[in-house]
């Protein structure tokens, strides 16, 4: 009985990120220059096709002139594609040397904004395959070009401060745990797998579960 159990919440993961693939980690305002890195996980058994995909952040501090802007350069465009199960990084240089992995694509210096954010992220059609809006706490509205929408996810602040990044506790897990500040942050893995927090083991869902399986 557990047994099916299992299987069944499995299938419900594989269908939680509605296109396969989901913005597994985020890092962007750290301690000092900031080491920044957008990470996908391909949640399938099949590699998927990136092209026409797409990242966007919008400015989510309803009491500045720039909400519902986007920053500089932050429409991201993916391309190629991402292995089954495999890892997709646009990182900057300072993430690269940090952390000692190969980005999949390199992206400016402060390309992720320390200030309140929605995340977005597109399919090839432009469709939303989902959202993430990371709070400072301070008059925040999750936006889109400054329409409010209902995100997938919300957290923050961090102490008083937006979260420097955030990473599925697990791949494609639905639980969420918060970056450090000081780099290299312990819980961050651009490029490699999540790793389960250890103080977060007590809330691992479905997504652990599926995670202590794979790694089976
Ligand atoms: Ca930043
Ligand atoms: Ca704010
Ligand atoms: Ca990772």
Redesign the pocket.
């Known amino acids: 009985m557990k047994l099916t159990i299992a299987i069944a919440a499995l299938a419900g993961i594989a269908t939680a990120a509605n296109a396969g693939v989901t913005i597994n980690e985020v890092l ?3 301690s000092g220059s ?1 080491a ?1 890195f957008i990470e996908l996980y391909n949640t399938t058994g099949a590699a998927i096709d990136m092209a026409g995909w797409t990242i966007e952040l919008w400015d989510s501090d309803a009491d500045t002139a720039g909400f519902g802007q986007q920053d500089g350069g932050s429409t991201f465009s993916i391309t190629g594609s991402i292995a089954a199960g495999g890892h997709y990084t646009l990182g900057n240089a300072l993430s690269i040397s940090t952390y000692g992995y190969a980005a999949s694509q390199i992206i400016g210096a ?5 200030g309140s954010y929605t995340m977005v992220l597109r399919d090839a059609t432009s469709a939303i395959v989902e959202t993430f809006f990371v709070m400072d706490n301070i008059a925040d509205v999750a936006n889109i070009a400054g329409a409010p929408i209902i995100p997938d996810f919300s957290f923050g602040p961090d102490g008083s401060f937006l979260p420097a990044g955030f990473y599925r506790v697990g791949d494609g897990s639905a639980n969420i745990g918060l970056l450090e500040f000081g780099q290299p942050s312990p819980s961050a893995t651009p490029g490699s797998a999540n790793i389960p927090a250890p103080g977060a083991l007590a809330l691992l869902g479905l997504g652990g579960l599926a995670t202590a399986r794979r790694r089976r």
């Open positions: 962007g305002s750290t900031d920044e402060n390309s992720i904004e320390n």
